[in-house]
């Protein structure tokens, strides 16, 4: 009686499959697809991630020049288009290249489907230009990977819970389409693909010897990210940080490993590393000159005054970053509030709180698009004195003038003028010994 | 007591104000929009009728030079697309069209909303490629013109019912999507903007006096359009016939009015316009070189045969056109059948059958593309026997050899060598007094 024996081998042997078998979702950014060349060299990189066992799920944004033609087309039509009808327009160029890219991938032998973002089950709000991610449904996805079929989603895109219109989602969309569907796939790994091999420990354009970093905690990450750090978007790790979906940033180029971001790994990180727990881990420096400088002067010093100011700024769907108030001086019992946000939401901003001017009762508004915010990164920084310390004494050494300065747990940021943040993101690099060895390779743009 | 009065004057007012207000489908072809100029243009003339105090509602192909383009596309990642996926890519042509004909309309101060063919409600069956109008559910569109808006609807797309894929609807698609729509909404007309000023007893380019036709009925226009007159397509005008849809084919150039193509409505066109009830009423010559002629040599002459053959064609969704099927001669028992079909889909048609050449038994396949086909349309003709002796003795005095003949009660055909055809058609033309006095204008390309 051999039955037994050959029942267990069995078990073991599916027992594996299952265990190597994974869900992988895969981002293409627009330089990635660029033309059917890149196409093909995605579609090749697809057909072998499924060939490796795996269930393949891939997101694209729109082919290279495809949105800043449409655009164009836009501009030569009307210079105040509705929004509404901005994302039934845009929202051709994903499914162009997500066809494309289907097509590439059956001529290599594989199986696979494209999916629009309301066909994906990418529920939005009603926000044309930059919709919010309510829910997702990818039960077609789902059946899709359940046939054998590779399934090919629709970045940036999807459909409005209530009107049923059709939605974009704003800077970093196509990233979060990414994420949101790993997240709802329960996705292994959520891999996004870019033209640099990883996050780095600074600019490489400023930074010569700056670092890849191997493994970063989302928490990080999401610091990075907020602070201008530009190959991931502030709302896809915020995503991914929420509902545990690793990420991998890795080059469509090359098959090295990239940066892996991981949902609340600090403290197994550190352990894993060998470094004493003691020690505060600094993860890298990150700059960002997309933010204005907005100082309301004049503010009556009575609560409720700033959360007026905020709420007009809400109101008009702009995304504050730092905030500083001064306290009340010269005896007038007012004050000034200073703010970031988007240079791009700046005439937005300035538009509503002009209009709030009675209600508020400031004096005047000054606006500074020539500023920039340079911020570093790094767990168990508040509890170590040292680190604010070597801060800005590095700043001071190398004269550069402080305009706001904003901390958390772990992160210090500094706003500057533009002219001197290069000086102050080579400076702070070196004080904290970040510095290696080998030039990085120098960044490029990123996709929508 | 004067009131009675003002009610009566009210009352009459919004009586007139009801009657004269139209709900008019448009289509624009992609010429008409092949530009932001062209783009413009429509759209002036869109908010034009809806200030005339019109409900409007528009149906647009791609822009120019789109489609062409999406498919040189296609052709470089891939010499087999999926159907599927080949429908995916197109259908963002349309997407892009209305958009931005939604925008211009939008800055010359009308208000308009664009919807895809699924928003819209075209419910098709599920062949991609060519997909058939099952259903139309336009509530969307009429909520829109409920709230003042102008709808731009997608031509040439769809949504399946079963799988709710995106297809599209092939040649004259964006036409059939316009009366569909028209017969949904139960519009007052359907205008079909061209780049010609309406339908001509002759295709100008090849007769020089084709006159412009003012009015024609449907099933007149319906054999026109099936013997290759080029301005409406076929499936459009089987549409428009069955759902007693008035058509108006007009210049998106000028502001002339066109040619109307009624429902049932020979009758009174030959009373209104004076002629004796009993003369035949021509209409035109169409002619045609986009078919191909096939004929099956030594098919058993037992009854099924014929039938397994057009089987074999329709399962591969080929649409025959005229059939002739010679006596049993040669005391073979065997039989030839030839017939006509669309040049494009030769190929399929030939592989179909050659794979059914063991079930069906015939002794080979003869296929010329090198063929056109010649049609005299009118009304009455079948009980005038001088209309086809007069047909025949024109083509005889100009030497034209006939290959097949088909006939029907408003429509003589015949297929000649393509190199005969325009020799043909002006023989025709000059036999049955259809020359104008008059150049007329040359006709264009059409758009899908």
Redesign the interface.
């Known amino acids: 009686m051999t039955m037994p024996t050959t029942d267990v081998k069995i078990d073991e042997l599916s027992n594996e499959v299952a265990s190597t078998k994974q869900l992988v979702v895969q981002k293409f950014g627009g330089s990635s697809v660029s033309d059917?060349e890149g196409?093909?060299r995605v579609a090749q990189r697809v057909v072998d991630a499924q060939k490796a066992g795996n269930e393949v799920v891939v997101v694209v944004s729109a082919m290279g020049d495809t949105t800043d033609e449409?655009l164009d087309?836009?501009a030569?039509?009307?210079?105040?288009?509705?929004a509404?009808?901005?994302d039934?327009?845009l929202?051709?160029?994903e499914?162009?290249s997500?066809?494309?890219l289907?097509?590439?991938i059956?001529?290599f032998g594989a199986s696979?489907?494209?999916f629009?973002g309301s066909?994906a089950g990418m529920i939005t709000d009603g926000i044309h230009g930059k919709a919010r991610i309510i829910d997702v449904d990818p039960h077609r996805i789902r059946t899709a990977l359940d046939k054998g079929h590779i399934a090919i989603v629709a970045g940036f895109q999807g459909m409005s819970r209530t009107t049923?219109e059709?939605t974009t989602l704003g800077r970093g969309g196509s990233d979060t389409t990414a994420v949101a569907l790993a997240a709802a796939l329960e996705a292994d790994v959520c891999e996004i693909y870019t033209d640099v091999d990883g996050i780095y420990t600074a600019d490489p354009r400023v930074v010569s010897t700056a670092q890849k970093i191997d493994r970063i905690s989302s928490e990080e990450m999401l610091e990075l990210a907020a602070s201008g750090a530009k190959i991931l978007h502030l709302r896809c790790v915020e995503y991914a940080r929420r509902f545990g979906v690793p990420l991998h940033v890795r080059s469509s180029f090359s098959q090295k490993e990239g940066t892996w971001v991981i949902p609340g790994a600090e403290e197994k990180f550190t352990i894993e590393e060998g470094v004493a727990l003691e020690q505060p881990i600094i993860s890298g420096v990150a700059h960002d000159r997309s933010e204005a400088k907005v100082t309301v002067v004049g503010v009556p010093d009575i609560p409720g005054k700033a959360a007026a100011i905020f709420q007009v700024i809400a109101d008009a769907h702009s995304n504050i970053d730092m905030i500083v108030q001064n306290v009340s001086t010269h005896g007038t019992g007012r004050t000034d509030i200073s703010f970031t946000l988007p240079i791009v939401e700046g005439a937005d901003a300035l538009t509503a709180l002009r209009a709030a001017e009675g209600k508020i009762g400031f004096e005047s508004i000054e606006y500074n698009e020539n500023v920039g915010k340079l911020s570093l990164i790094g767990a168990g920084m508040r509890s170590h004195p040292g680190v604010s310390a070597t801060f800005f004494k590095a700043l001071s050494d190398a004269g550069i003038n402080i305009d706001m300065i904003s901390t958390s747990e772990i992160r210090i940021s500094v706003v500057t003028s533009a002219d001197a943040l290069d000086d102050a993101v080579r400076a702070i690099h070196a004080a904290f010994e970040l510095d290696g060895d080998s030039e990085a390779t120098v960044y490029g743009g990123t996709g929508r």
Do not use: C, F, W, Y
């Not at 030569?76 to 509705?82: E, G, H, L, N, W």
């Open positions: 059917a196409i093909k449409l087309l836009a030569q039509v009307t210079d105040s288009a509705p509404r009808e901005m039934m327009l929202s051709a160029g499914r162009i997500m066809a494309l289907a097509m590439a059956n001529k696979a489907q494209s629009t066909q049923h059709i």
